[in-house]
């Protein structure tokens, strides 16, 4: 049974920084964080393969950086330069034999 864990969500103004963990159990491919804000479909923030190839939505391009740890089973985004539109609730997902979500956790960027 896969489970995922985040942490690192917070308040943090304009321009700041925040960074999410995302704990991990079993076997894993790919991983990625998806968001959603209030009112909005929920949207791909960044993914990266399990040997580290990574993609990004072109508004969190330059700004975030997604990263694993294999051996800590544990996944990353560190977010720079966070504006207003970042806030949303986090999730992290993996796709193992089937599509794992974690329980999210709420970035709020307000000044």
């Known amino acids: 049974q896969v489970q995922l864990v985040e942490s690192g969500g917070g308040l943090v103004q304009p321009g700041g920084s925040l960074r999410l963990s995302c704990a991990a159990s079993g076997t894993l491919n790919a991983m990625g964080w998806f968001r959603q804000a209030p009112g909005k479909e929920r949207e791909l923030v960044a993914v990266?393969?399990?040997?580290?190839?990574?993609n990004y939505a072109d508004s969190v391009k330059g700004r975030f950086t997604i990263s694993r740890d294999n051996a800590k089973k544990t996944l990353y985004l560190q977010m720079n330069s966070l504006k207003l539109e970042d806030t949303a609730v986090y999730y992290c997902?993996?796709?193992?034999?089937?599509?794992?979500w974690g329980q999210g956790t709420q970035v709020t960027v307000s000044s």
């Open positions: 990266i393969s399990s040997v580290g190839h990574t």
């Open positions: 997902t993996a796709w193992g034999r089937s599509q794992y």
